[in-house]
């Protein structure tokens, strides 16, 4: 699995004019890619490390100040461009793979006590953000 993180003050997504997940103040906007190999351990081991990642401000993790966190399902996270101009989609797992593992994502953190909001799997999503930094980080399980 595959994590860009982001450290915002606020985001939100909409699909077809309705906003469906936002969060407000200091928190993660994290944008989650799913592989063919992935299993339910991988997206329990994100969620732990999206939790207790120190990206805040201070250092702080999401699980010291209670930060709340947008996650947003994005399979173009493994697209590959190296050759020619049209990106491939190969080692991004199909749908049916990929969205019980995003969704196992959001379960366990949840479990770990975080505030998560969602986007909406295989939309076409409007994503909006403050980045704060700007602050980006790659994580991968």
């Given amino acids: 699995m595959r994590a860009v993180v982001q450290r915002v003050d606020g985001a ?3 699909v077809a004019g309705e906003t469906v997940g936002e969060i407000t103040g200091e928190g993660l906007c994290v944008l989650v890619g ?3 190999e992935d299993t339910p351990e991988k997206a329990a081991q994100l969620a732990r490390k999206l939790w207790s990642v120190r990206v ?3 250092e702080k993790s999401c699980s010291d100040v209670n930060a709340p966190l947008l996650v947003i399902s994005q399979f173009t996270l493994y697209g590959d461009a190296r050759k020619g101009r049209r990106p491939t989609w190969n080692a991004a797992a199909p749908g049916p793979v990929a969205e019980p593992l995003v969704d196992e994502v959001v379960h366990r953190l949840r479990e770990l006590g975080a505030h998560v909001e969602t986007g909406r799997f295989g939309a076409d999503m409007r994503v909006s953000l403050t980045n704060h930094g700007p602050f ?3 994580i991968e399980v």
């Fill in 56 to 58: 805040l401000d201070d």
């Fill in 136 to 138: 980006t980080v790659l």
């Fill in 12 to 14: 939100s997504v909409v």
């Fill in 34 to 36: 799913v592989t063919h």
